[in-house]
């Protein structure tokens, strides 16, 4: 009787750490402010104490490659592993192990290991979508205020165009006068420059805000980059720039506006050599992304963009140039271009090493609405 008796109060004792154990993982996932790995970390170090040897147990979680334990794995001699699966895949597994094969795992301790398991499972999961929400929350906000701004550029566009177009053919009339004195064509000269630099901007502004109706064409993506390397190839050799370009020559041609397409190219570039001053390494290349993508990879090695300011970098008018080096247009040009063609485009950046501009484009655009298919 007196064995019986301490049979159920040691089953009594593994039971009350079995669920010390789930509460102590309830509580480290309940708090939002905690990160995933952080709750990893204290998961793999709260297992041990629900095992019957808890000084002699050591645990590890494996996610995506990654790993969270308790050290001493080196000593497993006897294993308890459970694949650790998310969403119906396994991403990984958590161990429990002993340093002596002598040691056995109750079966109850392999019942709580696979509900540790599942409630790890769950934690992923709910955290990996809590992210995955606010990234297409802040993709909205993103979308939603750059068509603010495009509405108003597109305005301020449509009212500067005709004051600027009467500059410039008056000041071009004036050019034309007899006799001018040496200092008055220069000044006139000036004005139509100034005057032709302003509609540049209120051309980047409309494309920006797709006011310009897209042409499109069938575009080999690898020779249309080789074609505007007369704008950018000599900026490189007077800022000490090699570039190379890992080009796929399988690629098929895509369908777009060559003239926008051109414009992403040359931003994208000339960008990536203002970021590199002092010299560096330009990189150009193209793939296929699958069955109906193609990718293109602008990369520098240059001052790199600090990752504050990133959520930023496509805003118009935001530029981390200074003043008379840029108007913060380009990037949000680039970004209303491939938009446009239903492509996406992301940057990545290391401060001190560099920044990669990734752009993904469909084969062949969709049509407008209640345009049918097979028009351009």
Known sequence: MNMEHKDIERRLEERVKELGCLYAIAQLSGNPATGLEEILQGVAETLPDAWQYPGRAAARI???????????????RHVLSVPLVVRGKIRGSIEI?????????????KTLLDEVVRQVGLIIDRRETAAEQERLH?????????????????????????????????????????????????????????????????????TFARQTPPRDVEINLNRLIKESESIWKPRC?????????????????????????????????????????????????TSRDGRHWLRLTVADTGDGIEPELLPRIFDPFFTTKDVDEGTGLGLSVVHG??????????????PGRGTQAVVRLPLRRPPPPGEPHGQN
């Open 138 to 206: 802040t993709k909205l906000r993103h979308a939603d205020r750059l068509a603010t701004i495009g509405r108003l550029a597109a305005g301020v566009a449509h009212e500067l165009n005709e004051p600027l177009g009467g500059i410039l053919g008056f000041s071009q009339l004036l050019a034309k006068t007899p006799g001018l004195p040496k200092q008055a064509q220069s000044d006139i000269a000036k004005i139509e420059a100034a005057t032709l630099h302003a509609r540049g901007i209120i051309r980047n502004l409309m």
């Open 97 to 109: 192990g002993y340093p002596s094969s002598d040691i056995p795992f109750l079966k109850e301790e």
């Open 337 to 350: 271009i491939i938009t446009g063609h239903n492509g996406t485009i992301a940057l990545e950046s290391t």
């Open 237 to 285: 050799a007077a800022s000490n720039i090699q570039h190379e370009y890992v080009f796929d020559e399988t690629i098929p041609e895509i369908v777009a506006d060559a003239g926008q397409l051109r414009q992403v190219v040359t931003n994208l570039i000339v960008n990536a050599i203002q970021a590199m001053p002092d010299g560096g390494t330009l990189r150009i290349s």
């Open 62 to 76: 494996i996610l995506d490659g990654c790993e969270f334990s308790t050290g001493r794995q080196s000593e497993y």
